[in-house]
């Protein structure tokens, strides 16, 4: 079963517009929520996790328990953050990592 | 610390071939994972090495097989290549202590 979705394949902003990236999840025990980033020609990256509560290169991201999801979130999307994005969720036990089919963000100048 | 590595970086290989993939973590972790990525499939879990022992298996099929080493390196091995094994093969490592996933460049495999 899919453990992670991201429904959106591609999305493209304009630069300074405000964006966001779906996760929901499906897992019934307290699971670490992850974002990773991949930027072009770059190694996959940690961009943030759920229990660091931190902005990181501006954006965000809120566990929502009830809906399961874990949405990335930007006010003001810049050129640079034009990237592929990936949700992973892992599991509290077994530590295996689920990730979802990515997410492709292109801002426009 | 010097980060994950993978070699080699590209290969390319004929259907039915086999192939082997090497992945070195960073020093100090002793949890290796394989993973496939594609454009049509995003990051798909393949294995997950921890004191030589596999922990955790994804669903892919017996052709794919992997191994882990006293000093935590890794190999990920491929029999009867197929078109469809044609992908990045990315390789990360963490510490079972902290949840992150330190990731390597990637294997780019091609099947010809």
């Known amino acids: ?109 | 610390k010097a980060g994950v590595t993978q070699t080699p970086r590209y290969l390319i290989k004929t259907r039915g071939q086999q192939v082997t993939l090497s992945c070195s973590p960073i020093s100090g972790h002793r949890s290796v994972s394989w993973y496939q990525q594609t454009p049509g499939q995003g990051l798909q879990f393949l294995f997950e090495y921890f004191s030589e022992t596999q922990r955790n298996k994804g669903n892919f099929p017996g052709r794919f097989s992997g191994r882990q080493f006293s000093n935590s390196r890794s190999e990920m091995n491929v029999s009867t290549l197929e078109l469809g094994d044609s992908a990045l093969y990315l390789c990360a490592s963490r510490n079972l202590g902290g949840g992150e996933q330190y990731f390597g460049p990637g294997t780019r495999l091609t099947v010809t």
């Not at chain 1, 996760?23 to 961009?47: A, D, H, I, K, T």
């Not at chain 1, 328990?65 to 999307?77: I, W």
């Not at chain 1, 990237?83 to 990730?99: I, K, S, V």
């Open chain 1, 1 to 109: 079963a899919q453990r992670v979705t991201q429904p959106e394949k591609l999305l493209s902003v304009f630069k300074g517009a405000p964006v966001e990236l779906k996760c929901n999840y499906s897992y019934s025990g307290s699971p670490e929520l992850f974002w990773y980033v991949q930027y072009s020609r770059q190694r996959l990256q940690l961009l943030l996790r759920h229990i660091s509560r931190e902005s990181i290169k501006g954006f965000t991201a809120d566990l929502n328990k009830g809906e399961t999801s874990f949405h990335l979130k930007k006010p003001f999307a810049q050129e640079e953050d034009s990237a592929m994005y990936y949700c992973a969720l892992r599991e509290n036990t077994g530590n295996q990592f689920y990730f979802g089919t990515g997410t492709s963000l292109t801002v426009i100048p």
